[in-house]
């Protein structure tokens, strides 16, 4: 009699194990973002560039359309914000981190654990009872990724003479951060300063099989590759190639700082139109 109960008892676990691992949070198995490939881009050569023009975008993810670069503050189930993504890419070695936007400098990995005014640091505190001896405590300071408030982003517009096309692609990323002193505390004022800076091209493979909360229809999860891509986000212009290698918050300040981001913008869409005779 033992015994049956005792086999009856190892199947019911089987059985119970096995129907939890077979548990699904959905209706179907999501299968194509995970498994995407990289889209290439289309072939460039030198000869076909008529025009170019660098410039560089700022993406406020205060802004409602950037909601998703910022959320979720921690992971989801299969959703993570960008903040996560790239952190969690370059703790793993699985992307580079640079400390300069022409990418010339890879960062460290003891530069990217004080990122942010992440560090240790050792400080006194005396017991609260006699003989109140005075003893050294480490604190860790960690950085968050939720302390993200932008990002900088590095492009190139240029128009295309063998598709006939005005073209963009994004060189590079920099999350941004309000500046913190040695300690971690925020200094005073709004001066958002980038973390390190990431190659676009080389973040894509890990962007492809990333999946973005979009609005309104679950089932529409597009990859951040994608978002990139279509240019599904908003952002404003604050630097576009000059012979000075000035900002424009360095000339204009206010509003009419952005009228001259916008003056840009336009001149930029213009240039297409111009091209062509109707």
Same mark, same amino acid.
């Given at each position: 009699?033992?015994?049956?109960?005792?086999?009856?008892? @190892?199947?019911?676990? &089987?059985?119970?194990?096995?129907?939890?691992?077979?548990?699904? %949070?959905?209706?179907?198995?999501?299968?194509?973002?995970?498994?995407?490939?990289?889209?290439?881009?289309?072939?460039?050569?030198?000869?076909?560039?008529?025009?170019?023009? $660098?410039?560089?975008?700022? @993406?406020?993810?205060?802004? +409602?359309?950037?909601?998703?670069?910022?959320?979720?503050?921690? $992971?989801?189930?299969?959703?993570?914000?960008?903040?996560?993504?790239?952190?969690?890419?370059? +703790?793993?070695?699985?992307?580079?981190?640079?400390?300069?936007?022409?990418?010339?400098? =890879?960062?460290?990995?003891?530069?990217?654990?004080?990122?942010?005014?992440?560090?240790?640091?050792?400080?006194?505190?005396?017991?609260?009872?006699?003989?109140?001896?005075?003893? %050294?405590?480490?604190?860790?300071?960690?950085?968050?990724?939720?302390?993200?408030?932008?990002?900088?982003?590095?492009?190139?517009? &240029?128009?295309?003479? !063998?598709?006939?096309?005005?073209?963009?692609?994004?060189?590079?990323?920099? =999350?941004?951060?309000?500046?913190?002193?040695? $300690?971690?505390?925020?200094?005073?004022?709004?001066?958002?300063? =980038? @973390?390190?800076?990431?190659?676009?091209?080389?973040?894509?493979?890990?962007?492809?099989?990333?999946?973005?909360?979009?609005?309104?229809?679950?089932? /529409?999860?597009?990859?951040? /590759?994608?978002?990139?891509? $279509?240019?599904?986000?908003?952002?404003?212009?604050?630097?576009?190639?000059?012979?000075?290698?000035?900002?424009?918050? /360095?000339?204009? !300040?206010?509003? /009419?700082?952005?009228?001259?981001?916008?003056?840009?913008?336009?001149?930029?869409?213009?240039?297409?139109?111009?091209?062509?005779?109707?």
């Amino acid at each position: 009699m033992k015994r049956i109960i005792l086999v009856i008892s @190892i199947i019911a676990t &089987f059985a119970t194990g096995a129907s939890a691992q077979n548990v699904l %949070d959905g209706v179907y198995v999501r299968e194509h973002s995970p498994t995407k490939s990289v889209v290439p881009l289309s072939y460039l050569r030198e000869a076909d560039v008529m025009w170019s023009k $660098k410039v560089w975008q700022i @993406i406020d993810l205060k802004e +409602k359309m950037n909601l998703a670069f910022y959320y979720p503050t921690e $992971k989801i189930n299969d959703r993570r914000s960008l903040n996560d993504i790239l952190y969690d890419a370059v +703790k793993e070695g699985t992307l580079t981190a640079y400390t300069d936007e022409e990418f010339m400098t =890879p960062m460290t990995r003891e530069e990217f654990q004080r990122i942010g005014g992440a560090g240790v640091d050792t400080t006194q505190i005396v017991d609260p009872e006699p003989p109140y001896l005075t003893r %050294d405590t480490v604190i860790i300071r960690e950085f968050s990724t939720s302390n993200v408030v932008a990002y900088r982003v590095k492009e190139e517009w &240029f128009f295309d003479k !063998q598709r006939s096309v005005l073209d963009v692609r994004i060189i590079g990323l920099a =999350p941004l951060i309000y500046a913190v002193d040695d $300690k971690g505390n925020r200094r005073e004022g709004d001066l958002r300063i =980038p @973390i390190m800076w990431i190659y676009f091209p080389e973040a894509r493979k890990i962007l492809t099989n990333q999946e973005v909360f979009m609005r309104g229809n679950d089932s /529409d999860r597009r990859t951040w /590759d994608d978002i990139f891509q $279509k240019r599904l986000f908003t952002s404003y212009i604050y630097k576009e190639n000059n012979v000075y290698d000035r900002r424009i918050e /360095d000339y204009k !300040q206010g509003m /009419d700082a952005l009228i001259e981001a916008q003056r840009i913008k336009t001149e930029i869409v213009n240039l297409e139109h111009d091209l062509w005779d109707y």
